[in-house]
């Protein structure tokens, strides 16, 4: 099984939906982000969490917002839904450590109509 | 704040040719720097790390990069490509603690037969 899950994988919705992507990790691992990967973008981040009580907003958050529920959950809601919000979303964890690795889900990718 | 650059959104090359994938960055302190590759369909994973404990890095695949202060510069090399590299490569870097990554636009890696 994989050490970050992301379900679903694939999702098209119309405008207006309110749209829920979750995540899940077994790295045991304190800190989660949420990115959105567009073409010639990269990533960006959208939230981040440091730990459960920890929520912070990214360079792009409007639009969006976070549910840490549990050490291993982190979901990422999008109220109303709208067209430019369609990318690839990607959620990653990371140990406290100096410089600590981040570890991707394979991504959600999400089509806004 | 910190920032990268990667010099090239496509880089093309012949199997077997050497690969040279560029990356400056910018950070207020002596940063951690990584790569991370993605596979088509698939979440970005580690390629290799900075942190400072020497100038060269060797990672995963045959790749590597050298750190140059001088010149703020952090490239990914590979003397002899394969087909199985073909994926988008992004630059990152941080400064540690409880500071963000950011990550660069990313270059798509093409060999050709």
């Known amino acids: 099984d994989a050490d970050v899950t992301q379900t679903p994988r694939n999702r098209i919705t119309k405008t207006g939906k309110r749209i829920m992507l979750e995540c899940s990790q077994t790295?045991?691992?304190?800190?989660m982000y949420w990115y959105r990967q567009d073409p010639g973008l990269g990533l960006r981040l959208i939230y981040y969490s440091f730990d459960v009580k920890d929520i912070n907003k990214g360079e792009i958050s409007d639009g969006y917002s976070v549910s840490r529920q549990a050490q291993a959950k982190f979901s990422l809601s999008l109220e109303s839904a709208i067209p430019n919000q369609t990318a690839l979303y990607f959620c990653?964890?990371?140990?406290?450590?100096?410089?600590?690795?981040?570890?991707f889900g394979a991504g959600t990718r999400l089509s806004v109509l | 704040a910190q920032s990268v650059t990667q010099l090239g959104s496509h880089v093309s090359v012949s199997e077997g040719a050497l690969v040279l994938l560029r990356c400056n960055y910018s950070s207020s302190v002596p940063p951690y720097l990584f790569w991370y590759v993605q596979y088509p369909n698939q979440g970005l994973q580690l390629l290799l790390k900075y942190t400072s404990a020497a100038t060269l890095v060797k990672g995963i695949n045959g790749f590597e990069a050298e750190f140059k202060k001088s010149e703020t510069s952090f490239h990914l090399t590979k003397p002899s490509a394969h087909m199985s590299d073909a994926a988008e490569y992004f630059c990152?870097?941080?400064?540690?603690?409880?500071?963000?990554?950011?990550f660069g636009t990313g270059t798509k890696l093409q060999v050709i037969p």
């Open positions: 790295k045991g691992h304190d800190r």
């Open positions: 990152a870097v941080t400064p540690g603690g409880y500071q963000k990554v950011t």
């Open positions: 990653a964890t990371s140990d406290g450590g100096a410089g600590g690795i981040q570890y």
